[in-house]
Nanobody, 121 residues
Framework: QVQLVESGGGLVQPGGFLRLSCVAS????????MAWYRQAPGEERELVAG???????NYADSVKGRFTISRDNAKNTVYLQMSSLKPEDTAVYYC???????????????WGQGTQVTVSS
């Protein structure tokens, strides 16, 4: 069974920074794309940032220049470095990974349980 476990959320003041981590564990062949999403109360879940297995990245316009996504393939881990945080960044942040279970090219989407990020003075 594959599991994604996030960590690093918390309460931070506006202008502050946090680093989120997400580790994939279990039995699988490889990990393709990884991404961070977020969902604020009453809002739909939205893509924050994504990264391919080769390291290509993409970001939501609202976080460009403030957030950085990276990954350590040897550790099956994806990170989200968040700086210059704003109250509107407050949300539950979810990790997503597209995982190959075996030699087949078919990938399956897995989600973490989410970690709360609250930006408030």
């Amino acid at each position: 069974q594959v599991q994604l476990v996030e960590s690093g959320g918390g309460l931070v003041q506006p202008g502050g920074f946090l680093r989120l981590s997400c580790v994939a564990s279990g039995s699988f062949f490889s990990i393709n794309d990884m991404a961070w999403y977020r969902q604020a109360p009453g809002e739909e879940r939205e893509l924050v940032a994504g990264i391919t297995s080769g390291g290509s990245t993409n970001y939501a316009d609202s976080v460009k220049g403030r957030f950085t996504i990276s990954r350590d393939n040897a550790k099956n881990t994806v990170y989200l470095q968040m700086s210059s945080l704003k109250p509107e960044d407050t949300a539950v942040y979810y990790c997503n990974a597209q995982i190959r279970r075996n030699w087949s090219r078919t990938t399956f989407s897995y989600w973490g349980q989410g970690t709360q990020v609250t930006v408030s003075s």
